[in-house]
């Protein structure tokens, strides 16, 4: 039977609509079955206490529960490894921190490939470190530190809560981008605090000037957000997207992140996925100018 030209490219163009109808309603009826969100640390740590307030947000929304586990260990590789193998269905999530993108310059041998394994989706907040200093320490301030560290090659100790660790990867930048030898001890009690490592000031502590007024383009802080594995459809990411951004703007959990010591950060999943790049540009350089290789 021969078809009438304009009947044929309408039911041509019919056909090729029904992949996208169908993925369109498969996102509206997502998520089908109870969500994993696995989680590179144990239960009680800062990006656990996250993923549960993201979780319980999420299945409210969605209507499925978002269960967190966590899968500690390998410095946080165990848990992403997973997620990477996982169905790339929506089903299985990531809590990815800035430890993942640091990783692939710490852990050479990887067997997965950060950026290219993981969708990302969202970020949810950032976290400002401190950069303080014992009261009797003679420098009041970045300028007078960076003049007495210059002053006093290789005499000033860095404390750290590890090698590898956030606390220890922002000192290597700092002696990198301000060219000193260290930086003061970081402990716990009295301390002088001298700046904050964002960008910009940190809401909790407002009359603490930021490090990029002294070091300018110095950053470091800690970060939290989820990705999924790659070719989960763009509809499931975009739809989760949508919702962990309505979280972030609710009063309440902006609270409850805001006690945790985060500043909100949202994010488009393409524009979390380059800042993820640049996080891992710019980690990976510090990471190689000090040498550091765990193993």
Not at 30 to 49: E, K, L, Q
Not at 96 to 114: D, G, I, Q, R, V
């Amino acid at each position: 039977m021969k078809l009438p030209r304009r009947k044929f490219l309408h039911l041509a163009a019919g056909a090729a609509a029904l992949p996208v109808v169908l993925r369109v309603a498969w996102a509206q009826t997502y998520p089908t079955r109870p969500v994993r969100i696995i989680v590179g640390v144990g239960a009680g740590g800062a990006p656990d206490i996250v993923a549960r307030l993201m979780g319980q947000w999420l299945s409210e929304r969605l209507g499925q529960p978002f269960i967190v586990e966590n899968k500690p260990g390998a410095g946080t590789n165990i848990a992403t490894e997973a997620v990477v193998r996982a169905p790339a269905d929506g089903h299985t999530l990531l809590q990815a921190t800035l430890t993942n993108a640091y990783n692939a310059a710490l852990y050479p041998k990887l067997s997965f490939n950060f950026i290219r394994d993981i969708a990302p989706i969202s970020s949810i907040m950032r976290t400002p470190l401190v950069m303080v200093a014992n009261p009797v320490f003679p420098a009041k301030s970045v300028p007078e530190f960076i003049a007495f560290a210059k002053a006093n090659p290789g005499k000033i100790n860095m404390a750290s809560s590890g090698a590898g660790n956030l606390t220890h990867l922002a000192g290597e930048l700092f002696k990198m981008m301000a060219d000193v030898d260290s930086i003061e001890n970081i402990r716990a009690g009295k301390l002088r605090a001298l700046a904050v490592t964002t960008a910009a000031r940190a809401p909790m502590l407002p009359d603490i000037r930021p490090m990029a007024e002294f070091v300018p383009g110095y950053e470091a802080s800690g970060w939290q957000g989820v990705g999924a594995p790659r070719n989960t459809p763009d509809e499931i990411i975009e739809r989760l997207n949508q919702e962990i951004n309505a979280g972030l703007a609710d009063p309440t959990l902006k609270g409850r992140l805001a006690s945790l010591g985060g500043v909100v950060f949202t994010n488009t999943p393409a524009s979390f996925g380059t800042f993820i790049s640049e996080e891992t540009e710019k980690w990976g350089k510090a990471i190689r100018a000090a040498n550091i290789k765990l193993e």
